[in-house]
């Protein structure tokens, strides 16, 4: 028998392969390259992001241990910049590049619009995400839009109630109708501003790259001035430092603009004002999430608990038999390098293999 086509539905899974968005990725080698053009004027005269890490560098912190932003020594440059993951606690340089793929509408390929643009404009918190988070973000998902203000905050709004009602869950009629009543009103205001692509197109991008990419976060990218591009996180631990970023540039060049102005909404005030998908985890919707520190060596999957003991492998696959395994990682303890007192390690094995990346932000501590 042949193959059914699968149809576009509010409430059942969708797939990538039914997007009708083109996609275009941008690899490591093109992320790099704007990052050397984003750090040709940087460091010189009045920059301000240059002057919000340094003034990181200055705020002393009650533990080490919870230092998220590390700038200890050398010049502003990414590989002497470290940011403290949220989901593994480990120090990593924000010279770790990614693979970006964007999400957009026909016509700008027709017209020949260029997709490196859309990511410089937002080259400075791409950086900060992906060196907040040490799994998972190799690859960051981007759908290009041109949504305003008002639409924004609607269709984002719209896939926090989704997420919440349908993802792992049985939707009860009422918010079924709810839900189709909110997805025909977007779609219908968006066709009438003749807005590209349409929201049917967004939505099943959106709600495909959840389903089939688990990211930890997704990027709503608007090219209307008016407007602000959003972040979307998955999960409440995805969020970075609460109260770290208050004071991060908003990146809008006008000198008279109010803090509400923003190219790109970061979140400044933690879990709290950031924009979170409730997702019930489990089963084929990914494992629960949970944070843990990790032995700073990034080839090394060894969680501690709060006393430092090893309570086992992230990966959940380790070799021999259980039982040796258990006993094995029962007798590892936590090594705090001694000097900088920012990292911990499994053994002093793991401790000289990471030394060539952790000695561009170990000093001693005051």
């Known amino acids: 028998m042949p193959r059914r086509s699968r149809h576009y539905s509010l409430f059942s899974p969708p797939s990538l392969s039914m997007s009708e968005l083109v996609k275009t990725t941008l690899s490591h080698d093109s992320t790099d390259l704007l990052i050397d053009k984003w750090l040709e004027n940087r460091g010189y005269g009045h920059d301000p992001y240059h002057e919000w890490f340094r003034d990181v560098r200055e705020r002393k912190h009650a ?15 990414p590989e002497n910049i470290f940011c ?3 989901d593994t606690g480990r120090l990593i340089p924000l010279d770790r590049t990614w693979t970006t793929h964007l999400y957009h509408h026909r016509s700008m390929q027709e017209r020949k619009l260029p997709m490196m643009p859309v990511v410089f404009t937002m080259l400075p918190e791409l950086m900060l995400l992906r060196g907040m988070h040490d799994a998972g973000c190799d690859d960051i998902y981007i759908i290009v839009t041109d949504l305003k203000r008002q639409e924004m905050d609607d269709v984002t709004d719209f896939f926090k109630l ?19 009543y909110d997805h025909m009103r977007i779609s219908h205001t968006l066709a009438r501003q003749r807005r590209t692509p ?23 990218f608007s090219h209307q001035t008016t407007s602000y591009s959003q972040i979307i996180f998955t999960h409440r ?13 908003t990146g809008c060049p006008n000198p008279c603009c109010t803090d509400d102005c ?5 979140p400044r005030r933690g ?26 060596w990034i080839d090394c999957d060894v969680c501690f608990d709060a006393d430092g003991q090893a309570i086992g492998s992230d990966s959940g696959s380790t070799e021999g038999s259980e039982s040796s395994v258990d ?14 007192r920012l990292v911990k390690y499994c053994s002093l094995d793991h401790q000289r293999k990471d030394w060539e990346e952790h000695r561009r932000v170990c000093v001693k501590g005051l």
């Open 63 to 77: 533990a080490h241990d919870t230092q998220s932003i590390v700038w200890n020594k050398g010049d502003f440059v």
């Open 84 to 86: 403290r993951t949220v």
């Open 162 to 180: 989704v997420c919440q009602h349908t993802f792992g869950r049985t939707c009860k009629p009422s918010m079924e109708r709810q839900i189709q």
């Open 198 to 220: 349409c929201f049917p197109q967004i939505d099943l991008t959106f709600r495909a790259l959840l389903y089939e990419k688990r990211p930890r976060f997704l990027i709503l």
């Open 237 to 249: 631990d995805y969020v970075p430092a609460q109260d770290l970023f208050y004071d991060y540039p």
């Open 262 to 266: 923003e190219m790109i909404r970061f």
């Open 271 to 296: 879990p709290e004002a950031a924009q979170v998908l409730d997702i019930k985890r489990g089963g084929r919707f990914g494992k629960r999430v949970r944070r843990r520190q990790m032995c700073n």
């Open 327 to 340: 006993s094995a990682r029962a007798r590892i303890v936590s090594q705090t390098c001694s000097k900088c």
